[in-house]
């Protein structure tokens, strides 16, 4: 994953990261 300026993850990206696990955990 790519940091911006300050070394710190976007909202957005975060956001997908809280997805993407979501999804993982519902999945067998």
Do not use: F, N
């Amino acid at each position: 994953l790519e940091k911006d300026e300050e070394g710190q993850y976007p909202s957005t990206m975060i956001g997908d990261i809280r997805v993407i696990r979501k999804v993982k955990a519902s999945s067998p």
